[in-house]
């Protein structure tokens, strides 16, 4: 069973970085697209950022671009999400999830994702 663990969320004010980290036990993450995923109290899970296995392609929803960048280092089977200039709209639990599934395409919608971990707090406050 793959297990992904997140970490580096926290409570910050707006206008402060963080850096999310996305790690995998029983699985090198080296072969699959990578995702991250975020969850407001009452609202869906909405993708956030995505990346090839490769690290070649990049993907964000257009709330964050220019503010989160997604990157992965394989050979420490991780993969990161930094986050700038943190609005309070960016509160939500926030998910890394794994594609096993070599598709043509890095996917940008949850059910395409196999693995998930279970959830780091961002808290930003105005």
């Known amino acids: 069973q793959v297990q992904l663990v997140e970490s580096g969320g926290g409570l910050v004010q707006a206008g402060d970085s963080l850096r999310l980290s996305c790690s995998a036990s029983?699985?090198?993450?080296?072969?699959?697209?990578m995702g991250w995923f975020r969850q407001a109290p009452g609202k869906e899970r909405e993708f956030v950022a995505a990346?090839?296995?490769?690290?070649?392609?990049?993907y964000y929803t257009d709330s964050v671009k220019g503010r989160f960048t997604i990157s992965r280092d394989n050979a420490k089977n991780t993969v990161y999400l930094q986050m700038n200039s943190l609005k309070p709209e960016d509160t939500a639990v926030y998910y890394c999830?794994?594609?096993?599934?070599?598709?043509?395409?890095?996917?940008?919608?949850?059910?395409?994702?196999?693995?998930w971990g279970q959830g780091t707090q961002v808290t930003v406050s105005s």
């Open positions: 999830a794994a594609d096993l599934g070599r598709r043509a395409a890095v996917p940008t919608t949850p059910g395409a994702y196999d693995y």
């Open positions: 029983r699985r090198t993450l080296s072969s699959d697209d």
């Open positions: 990346i090839s296995w490769s690290g070649r392609h990049t």
